[in-house]
């Protein structure tokens, strides 16, 4: 798992979710731990996109529940 | 469930919020309107000014959203969602009410906007145009619609009471506390926050105000561009900033031992059904709203002690106001003090008939009128006694506010002094 991708996921989320970076871990779940509604998580996902300058279909966001699968997917997007 | 009391249909007010471009907070608001200090200066919340036709505005100064909400909403949420919020939390602490709840489902919240979240339409219609309809905020539709003001402070603080909106343009503020007022009174709940928030500084706001002609082009003098029923007034000076009033129902105030401000007792609206944004030449509409206010209140003329005036500093609102109250209070127009904090404020459009409410009740709590400042020349169409350029001691028992809107809204309210 790339550390810097790591590093820019939890840029990102402390950013559009106004959390504290600590809180932003690996199993940290969007909803259940950082406090985002659904059209938080929809912000998030666009902000995701432009970091990496990469398209998440709407019917892959499920797959996005915690900070580790944010940096899983995108991982796998970048190649 | 606990039984309601019967509504004792007497409404009071018993806190009070402002955010405004003379302060932030109550005590420095109504400590700016006394000193007499304007608010007006060369805009910054808008780019490349010198393209508009209008450089200057009353914008609010000293605010910070994350005072009020968490870091998450205040990044990026509508200012004017954020001063509706501000304003509400103030006045909620200054009423010291308790919030059981029971109480919750019996506390409403009817904070209009004249527009609502144009700040985050524009930007994300600026996205939508540029990058692609896909790439917009899923927050455009909730920061836009100008009932979310009210709606915000709901959740904020917990309040399930009838939750509702009112959009009459520039009247919003004074029909917001009005129809408050009535939902009290008739039994639909026991207390409301009231008001109205506006922060229409941005670029759609600044040009399509520029383009209907409306606003002052005093960009060389800002501090003497609002003059109300000056000779020279050549426009009105847009404004943002909120204010909200908590009303309750008398016997609940009295009660829990509440301080009352001020009773509401009369409120009175009319149509001018004659152009979309002049206002009636004769005041035909501004009339009738208040005489049905002063009927409503079972008051006559020369029971008011104070009025304050919608005096937006255009040529036609203040004279045709002029002759509106010559023609509801006859000989006694002449005697009974008027004066226009637009003077100060600027026009903060939907928010303005609440933050001139709230100026009401602090002039008969402290016993001073407010003044019309930069009133330098008379104007033969504008002869009545403005209160010019300083405030005066003076008692009086009841207040008249007027306010009208784009659309021929006409909207007046009565306010009697604290017991």
């Known amino acids: 798992m790339s550390q810097d991708i790591l590093n820019r996921v939890k840029k990102v989320t402390v950013e559009e979710l106004g959390v504290k970076e600590e809180e932003v871990i690996e199993a940290a779940s969007f909803t259940e731990d950082l ?45 | 469930m606990m039984a309601t009391p019967a509504p004792s249909g007497r409404v009071v007010i018993t806190g009070l919020g402002a955010v405004t471009p003379i302060g932030t907070g109550t005590e420095v608001f109504w400590g700016n309107i006394v000193a007499g200090v304007g608010g007006v200066e060369r805009l910054t919340l808008v780019p490349d000014l010198d393209s508009y036709t209008t450089h200057i505005g009353a914008e609010v100064k000293d605010f910070n959203a994350e005072d009020w909400l968490d870091k998450k909403e205040a990044r990026r949420i509508d200012r004017f969602i954020a001063f509706a919020v501000a304003g509400a939390t103030m006045a909620l602490r200054d009423s010291g009410i308790v919030l059981t709840d029971e109480l919750r489902d019996e506390f409403g919240v009817l904070i209009g906007s004249g527009i609502g979240g144009l700040t985050f339409m524009g930007e994300q219609h600026r996205k939508q145009v540029e990058v692609g309809p896909s790439k917009v905020s899923p927050f455009w539709v909730p920061y836009m619609i100008p009932d979310m003001a009210s709606g915000y402070a709901s959740i904020v603080h917990g309040l399930r009471g009838p939750n509702t909106c009112v959009v009459t343009a520039c009247a919003t503020g004074t029909n917001a506390i009005g129809d408050a007022y009535h939902i009290i009174k008739r039994g639909d709940a026991i207390a409301m926050l009231a008001g109205g928030s506006e922060a229409p500084i941005n670029e759609i706001g600044l040009a399509a105000f520029c383009a209907a002609r409306a606003m002052s082009t005093r960009n060389n003098d800002p501090h003497h561009a609002s003059r109300p029923f000056d000779k020279d007034r050549e426009g009105f000076v847009i404004g943002e900033g909120c204010g909200v009033l908590v009303l309750e129902d008398r016997d609940h105030a009295i009660a829990r031992g509440a301080k009352i401000y001020a009773e509401v007792v009369g409120y009175g609206m009319a149509g001018d059904a004659h152009h979309i944004t002049a206002p009636h030449p004769q005041g035909h509409g501004a009339i009738r709203a208040m005489k049905k206010a002063l009927s409503s209140a079972g008051l006559k003329p020369e029971d008011i002690g104070y009025i304050n005036a919608h005096g937006t500093s255009t040529q036609l609102n203040d004279s045709g106001e002029t002759s509106a109250i010559k023609a509801v209070f006859g000989e006694y127009a002449y005697k009974v003090p008027i004066s226009s904090t637009k003077s100060m404020t600027g026009h903060t459009l939907g928010a303005a008939g ?14 001073i009128l407010p003044p019309t400042i930069n009133y330098e020349t008379p104007d033969p169409a504008c002869d009545l006694d403005y209160i010019p350029n300083v405030a005066r001691k003076q008692q009086v028992d009841y207040c008249l506010s007027n306010s009208f809107g784009f659309g021929g809204h006409n909207a007046t309210l009565i306010l009697q002094r604290g017991e």
């Open chain 1, 35 to 79: 406090g985002a509604d659904s059209l938080d998580v929809v912000e998030l996902v666009m902000a995701f996109e432009d970091e990496f300058g990469i398209d998440i279909p709407d019917e892959e966001v499920g797959e996005i529940k915690t900070v580790g699968n944010a940096v899983e997917y995108i991982s796998k997007k970048l190649g």
């Open chain 2, 354 to 367: 609440a933050l001139e409410a709230l100026v009401c009740v602090r002039a008969m709590q402290d016993g």
